[in-house]
């Protein structure tokens, strides 16, 4: 390793350890900036960090086209950057920050995925997801998650003390350590009950609410096989990440008539206009809703 790597590696580690004690920043965040950097410091492994120019980081950014990345994995992976050069002038370690002439490459608007409204319906009154622990529990994700529209790091962050019997509600730890208290229906909150009487039985020594079979901590991959194996059953579309029951909760509160500013409070955004996406998918079903409809077409 040259020494600019070697000075490079601790500046990453410096930064990454902001973004897990300082940020408050999820493990897949830390997981995938990590990566995207790595990329990056090994492109311009021979220069020094505080040398870097906006024509290097231009140079990486067509290397990465050649490569046949699309554009918005290339913007995705020129956020991490743009984040760990703001972190190095912030710490003094440069002098001027190249990345503040780069823009990010033109991508094409994509709505989010989300699941039909009738679909959830059969998933949750035809779908038979049988007996036993693993069955309660994994009908408790799937309803948690379109029920309330939590992340999948939120989820698996959830106690058994978050959920508040007596008022129907559970309280949920979202990004940068912010709470927000989200309320749940009476048929979610008796799943929960009678998950928990399951969940008791093989428990470790932990309060986690989601548990695996061996009574340990639930990790990423088992949310995503379950809602991956039951939207399979369901739906069609190309997506089914934990994120698409997010984006379903979202658009069907929305298609209900739920206030922007509620859905922005419930999904715990920092901002509306990152809620005011699902204002499309919306408008997208009364473009549909009015070409059916109107009588001169």
């Known amino acids: 390793m040259s020494n600019n790597s070697g000075e490079s590696q601790e500046l990453l580690q410096s930064f990454l350890n902001y973004l ?12 995938s900036y990590s990566l995207d950097l790595q990329g990056f410091l090994s492109f311009i492994d021979t220069i020094k960090i505080n040398e870097c120019t906006d024509k290097n980081i231009r140079n990486w950014i067509v290397h990465l086209s050649e490569q046949e990345l699309s554009p918005r994995t290339i913007n995705r992976k020129l956020t991490a950057v743009r984040s760990f050069f703001y972190f190095l002038q912030k710490i003094n370690a440069l002098s001027c920050n190249p990345v503040q002439k780069i823009r990010s490459l033109k ?50 962050n959830l106690h058994v003390s978050s959920i508040d ?17 989200i309320p749940i229906l009476d048929e979610t909150i008796k799943n929960i009950a009678d998950y928990i009487a399951e969940r008791n039985k093989i428990a470790e020594a932990h309060s986690f609410l989601i548990i695996t079979e061996k009574g340990k901590p639930a990790y990423e991959n088992v949310i995503y096989r379950v809602v991956t194996k039951y939207i399979s059953q369901i739906s069609t579309i190309e997506k089914k990440s934990p994120h698409v029951l997010r984006h379903t909760f979202a658009t069907h509160l929305l298609n209900e008539g739920a206030d922007l500013n509620d859905i922005k409070e419930l999904l715990g955004h920092a901002s509306l206009s990152a809620t005011q996406i699902y204002t499309h998918n919306s408008f997208e079903k009364l473009k ?9 077409n």
């Open 288 to 296: 549909d809703i009015y070409k059916q409809s109107h009588p001169r």
């Open 165 to 181: 019997f007596s008022s129907n509600a559970l309280k949920v730890l979202g990004k940068r350590n912010k709470e927000r208290i």
């Open 107 to 156: 991508t094409k608007k994509r709505l989010p995925f989300f699941v039909e409204k009738k679909s959830m319906e059969v998933l949750f009154d035809s779908i038979d997801f049988g007996e036993g622990f693993l069955a309660k529990r994994d009908r408790v994700i799937l309803e948690l998650l379109y029920a309330t529209g939590m992340r999948r790091s939120e989820l698996l």
């Open 20 to 31: 897990e004690f300082e940020k408050r920043s999820s493990k897949h965040t830390i997981s």
